[in-house]
C-alpha cells in the first residue's frame, strides 16, 4: 500500500480503495486533482478559469466523493467546474468536454474492474483520454504539489457559482448526437424485435432508455435485478459482460420475455455487449468483440455509402493493433482508409482527432475488448451509441429477413474470413510475468533471440515486433513503427501461414492477454473448417511453448 505511489496508467489512476499511496483514497485523489490542477494552468492559464473542467462519476463505493473532492480542488482556484449531479456514462464526460470547450475532464471509475477498486481517467482538451507526454507531466505535477489544501469539507461546492450541473443539457445535445447518426428511413414501428438490456449494476439504464425513447426503438426490456447502480454487483462475479457468467441473469430474463437480442453495458456504460438468441439451436449466440465489430464497421460503411452514394479514400475507419482485422480487410475493398493503433482508446481517439484536424473524416473505430467508437463527436469508447447502432443494424435486418448471426456470415464472406481466439492467464506474481517475457525474446540468454516456429517447426514466425523493448524484425531498421512503452509487455508474431498472435499485459489487471487470428480471403471461404482447425491447434502451441502455463503457475479464465 505504501510501496511507491499510484502512477498513471490507462489515461490515469486505478486500483483498490484503501489507505496507502498505492491506493486510491481521499488523499490520493486529492493530490492528483491538485497535480492536474497545476499542471493544467501551466499548459491552459488563466484560459483554464474561464473554460473550465467536466467531472462525471459512476456509482461504485466513493465515486461521487472523489468527485466532489476534485471540484474542491478547482473551485478553490476559481475554475468553472461542470460537475454531473448524478451517476452518468464515462463517454458523456468526453462528449461533454467537446460540446463545452472545457480543458479537460475527469471520470471517476474503475470501469468493469471488481467493486473494491476505483479509478480515475483523465480527458485533455480534445476530448480524449491523456498520452504521453501529458500522463508523465501530471506525475510530474502531482510530485510537486503533495502538500493537501484544506479542502476535506466538499459540502460548500453546491454553494458555488462557479459549479454548474450540464446533466439535462448534455443529455438534450447527446441525444441530437444520436439523431443524426440513425439511419435514414428505417420503419422501426414495424419491428418485433424486443431488445433485454443490462446495465450490470452500472450507470447505463436511465440513458438508454433516454435514447431508445428519442430514437423511436421499442422500450428496452430491463434486467430488474441489475438495474440500479448498486456497488456491490450481488449478481455477477465480476461486473464485466465481456464475461458469459455475467449474461445469464440477462438470458433468463430474455427467455421469460420472448426477447432475442440481449444489449450489456458495462458499468460505466462505455462498453457493450450483444448477444443472440440461435435460431436453430437451443441457447445464445454471445458475439465476440470482434465480431460485433465487424458488425458495426459493416453497418457504418453501409450507412454512409447510402447517405452519400459512395464512400471516398478520405474516410477512415481504426482498430487496435490485438483486435481483428476485418476493418482492414474492409478498408482494402472499399477504397477507404485503415489505421492502426496501439491497445486502448486512449491511442485511437487521439489519432481520430488528428486525422480530423488533417481533413479526413473517422466514421468508426473499435477495440476487440467490446469498445466501440461509431463517429468521431465522441473520441472515446461509447456503449450508448454502439447499443442504438446494433440495435438500429438488427431492426433493419429483421425487414430483410435476416438476424445478427446470417449478418455476420455475409461480412466474412464479403471480406474474408477472420477466425480469432482471444482470452486470458492470471497471474498475481509480476516477477514472474516479467521472467516469462524475458523467457520469450531471450532463447539460450541471447537478446532478440525469439523462437522460430512452434510446434516442432510446423509453423514458422515470418517476424516478431516487441512493442516493450522497441524492436522489430520486419523493418530495416528493427524499430517499430507504433509508439514503444517499457511499462508494459507486449510481443506479436506473425506467422508464415498469416497468423498474427499478440501476447501482452493488462494495464488494470493482472492479467496476461493473448490474441491470436488466422484470416483467408474471401476466395477461401470453403475452408472454413480447416481454417478453424489450423487456429486451435497453434494457439495450443503458443500457449504451452511460450507462457507454459503449469510450469509458470497461470490461471486460466475457465478455472
Known sequence: ???????????????????????????????????????????FGDSLKTSGIIIGYDGRYNSRRFAELTSKVFLKHSVKVYLMNEVCPTPFVAFGIK???????????????????NGYKVFWKNGAQI?????????KSITEHLEPEDIWNTEDIYNNKLLINPLIDLLKH???????????????KKTDIIFTYTPMHGVGYPYIKDVFENAKFNPVVVVEEQKDP?????????????????????METANNNHSRIILANDPDADRLAVAER???KKGWKIFTGNEVGALLGWWLIHSYKTLHGKTHPKLVIMSSTVSSAILKSMAEIEGIRFEETLTGFKWMGNRAEQLSAEGYTVIYAFEESIGYMCSSEVLDKDGISAAVKISELAIYLESINNTL???????????????????YFMCYDSLMIKKIFESIRQNNNQPNNYPKSILGGQYSIKSVRDLTTGYDSSTIDHKPVLPVSTSSQMITFHFDNGLIATLRTSGTEPKIKYYAELCSGPENSSDLKKLKSILKEMVKGIIEEFLKPEENFLISCDK
Open 1 to 43: 500500500m505504501f510501496d511507491g505511489r499510484l502512477s498513471f496508467g490507462t489515461a490515469g489512476l486505478r486500483a483498490e480503495m484503501s489507505p496507502g499511496f498505492k491506493r486510491m483514497n481521499d488523499l490520493v485523489v486529492v493530490q492528483s486533482a491538485q497535480g492536474l490542477l497545476y499542471y493544467m494552468f501551466s499548459v
Open 278 to 280: 440461435r435460431m436453430k
Open 174 to 188: 447527446y441525444n441530437n448526437y444520436i439523431d443524426k447518426m440513425l439511419f435514414p428511413n428505417l420503419d422501426k
Open 230 to 250: 448498486n456497488p456491490e454487483f450481488p449478481t455477477v462475479p465480476f461486473p464485466n459482460p465481456e464475461e458469459g457468467s455475467a449474461l445469464k441473469l440477462a
Open 131 to 139: 498520452i504521453s507526454p501529458i500522463d508523465k507531466n501530471i506525475e
Open 99 to 117: 460540446l463545452y470547450k472545457c480543458c479537460g475532464g475527469v471520470m471517476v471509475t474503475a470501469s468493469h474492474n471488481p467493486k473494491n477498486d
Open 405 to 423: 448471426s446470417s449478418a455476420l456470415k455475409f461480412v466474412y464472406e464479403l471480406y474474408g474470413w477472420h477466425l480469432s481466439i482471444n482470452s
